[in-house]
C-alpha cells in the first residue's frame, strides 16, 4: 500500500508560480514512473506530466509544456511539479500518481505511456487557483 499527499496548492495570479510536493510513504518509490494529474469539478482528470523513476525521461501535457517541469528526489520519496506562467486554465485539483514495478529494459518513453495506461495510486489532491 503506497499513501500520496500532495502539498503546495493555493492562489496565484496569472504569470505566477507554485511548487507542488507529493510524498510517498509506505514503500519505496525509486523504481517507480510517478506522475501529475489534474481536474476541474465536472471534467475528466487530465494528464499533466510524467517521470521515470531515474528522472531522465519526462513527458508533458501540450498545454503545459515550456511551463511547467516534473521532477523527483527518490532519497525523499518525493515527485514535484514547478509550476511558472501560470494561466487561468491551469486552476484544478492537482493530483500525484504512481505506477510501482516497471519492466526493465525497456526505454523510458515506453515506460511513460505505461504509466498512463493506468497508475496503481493516487494521491488526494492539492488545489490550484490561478486567478487575478
Known amino acids: 500500500q503506497v499513501q500520496l499527499v500532495e502539498s503546495g496548492g493555493g492562489l496565484q495570479q496569472p504569470g505566477g508560480s507554485l511548487r507542488l510536493s507529493c510524498v510517498a510513504s509506505?514503500?519505496?518509490?525509486?523504481?517507480?514512473?510517478m506522475g501529475w494529474y489534474r481536474q476541474v469539478p465536472g471534467e475528466e482528470r487530465e494528464f499533466v506530466a510524467s517521470?521515470?523513476?531515474?528522472?531522465?525521461?519526462?513527458s508533458y501535457a501540450d498545454s503545459v509544456k515550456g511551463r511547467f517541469t516534473i521532477s523527483r528526489e527518490n532519497a525523499k520519496n518525493t515527485v514535484y511539479l514547478q509550476m511558472n506562467n501560470l494561466k487561468l486554465e491551469d486552476t484544478a485539483a492537482y493530483h500525484c500518481?504512481?505506477?510501482?514495478?516497471?519492466?526493465?529494459?525497456?526505454?523510458?518513453?515506453?515506460?511513460?505511456?505505461?504509466?498512463?495506461?493506468?497508475?496503481?495510486?493516487w494521491g488526494p489532491g492539492t488545489q490550484v487557483t490561478v486567478s487575478s
Open positions: 509506505g514503500h519505496t518509490i525509486s523504481r517507480s514512473v
Open positions: 517521470i521515470t523513476w531515474s528522472g531522465a525521461v519526462t
Open positions: 500518481a504512481v505506477r510501482l514495478n516497471p519492466p526493465a529494459d525497456v526505454p523510458g518513453s515506453w515506460l511513460l505511456r505505461w504509466f498512463r495506461d493506468g497508475p496503481d495510486y
